[in-house]
């Protein structure tokens, strides 16, 4: 299976441990590729062709994200899983707002009865279930 197919770029290369799965590598095949640096593991469950790209200096340059920075939110919220969502400052650097100070760590807002989240450089919210399927779903 052709990794770069799995892992396309529209996505920053990401894809998690279920989408290569669905894809036809079974979970031998991912760390055998990881072994021989074909893949990256990202995060916990989320892998890449190459590792991610550095975090510029400023996340916002002329209204457009920097893709370091952008790719990392991805493999966060991608090892989160679907009940997750990017909250605060991140969210706000996600639309292209300016911000006086921007965020350093991954700011996620994820339901109050979610089981322990622990993410080296992520700042976990815990809401109300509502909450954030509200602000998800719009």
Known sequence: MELAVVCPPSRQGLATLAQLKTAGVNRHAVAKAVRDAVLVRTHRGVYSPAALPEVATHLLSGGVIDKGYLAWV????LSLGKDCMAARRTAAALWGFDMYIEPHDVEVAVPLDRGRTSL???LVLRRSRTAVSRHVLG
Do not use: M
Request: glycine letters at 14%; charged letters at 15%.
């Open 120 to 122: 080296v450089g992520v």
């Open 74 to 77: 991805r493999s966060v919220l």
